[in-house]
Each structure stands twice: as structure tokens, then as C-alpha cells.
């Protein structure tokens, strides 16, 4: 399986970035790594504003390789997508999968259920992502980092 297989399939549509979308999406993630530590904020809200700055590392990953989720299952094709793009540890995705998981019951369904562990959890794993994908970007896309 590839990324051009996903697209075959329909679960990625190709995609033309630029330095500044990518510059943006990083943006994102860095706002969202220094707010979930805010104070007053409930686990819930600490986990999903930290698990929205790992997908924006992932969503700038699949950029940089050419493509962007399609719309069905986004978020769920965006972080599976890391195994192909970053070539992500299969832990990393089954950890930042869960935590999507625990992340739609929070914001949907039933309030409450996240705990302090799993907030500090998902930061490490967060920060843990936006790292690696500096580095993998330097390595294989420098032509898309901002001058």
C-alpha cells in the first residue's frame, strides 16, 4: 500500500502545498502545543487541543508529500497516513489513533472520561510528533521550509 494507492481509493486527493501553507499549519501546532497547558482548562479540552497540534503535524506531512485527506474519515486517514509519510512508528499511530478515539467521545458523547495522564500523555506525544516532523522535513522537503 501507498499514498497513491489511498488515492486510487479515494481517501486522499492530491494535493500542491507551499512553504507558507506548511509555515501555517506548524503555526498551528506550536499555538496549540502552548495553549493546552493553559490554566483552567478542563482534561477534555487539554487533550483536544493537544491532539489538534499532532493532526496539524500529520496534515503537514501529507501536504508535503503531495496530498490531503479526503473528507470521510479525515482525521482517522490523516494519522494513518503517518506510516507512509513520515514512515511513523506503528506505536506512535496506534497511540495518536486512541487518542483520537478518546477525543470524539470527550467533544461528543460523554464528558469527563479524560484524565490528567492521558492529557500529559498526548502533550509528550504531540511535541514527541512536531519534532520529528521538523527534522524529517529538513531532511526530505527543505525546499518547503519558509526562509
Known amino acids: ?9 479515494g481517501w486522499l ?9 506548511i509555515e501555517d499549519l506548524l503555526s498551528l501546532a506550536d499555538r496549540d502545543l ?3 497547558t493553559s490554566p483552567g482548562l478542563s482534561e477534555d479540552w487539554q487533550l483536544a487541543i493537544a491532539y489538534n497540534a ?3 503535524c500529520a496534515t503537514a506531512a501529507l501536504a508535503a508529500c503531495g496530498y490531503r485527506a479526503a473528507r470521510e474519515e479525515h482525521h482517522h486517514r490523516t494519522i494513518q497516513s503517518l506510516a507512509y509519510t513520515m514512515q511513523a512508528e506503528p506505536h ?7 487518542f483520537r478515539k478518546k477525543r470524539n467521545i470527550g467533544d461528543y458523547e460523554h464528558p469527563g472520561l ?4 492521558e492529557v500529559h500523555e498526548m502533550l509528550v506525544l504531540a511535541r ?3 519534532q520529528k516532523f521538523a527534522e524529517w522535513l529538513r ?9
Open 1 to 9: 500500500m501507498s499514498l497513491a494507492d489511498w488515492a486510487h481509493n
Open 54 to 56: 499532532a493532526l496539524q
Open 34 to 36: 502552548r495553549d493546552c
Open 139 to 147: 531532511q526530505n522537503y527543505a525546499n518547503l521550509l519558509s526562509d
Open 114 to 117: 479524560v484524565s490528567e495522564t
Open 13 to 21: 486527493v492530491e494535493h500542491r502545498t507551499s512553504p507558507k501553507e
Open 128 to 130: 514527541t510528533l512536531r
Open 92 to 98: 506512535l499511530i496506534r497511540q495518536l489513533d486512541a
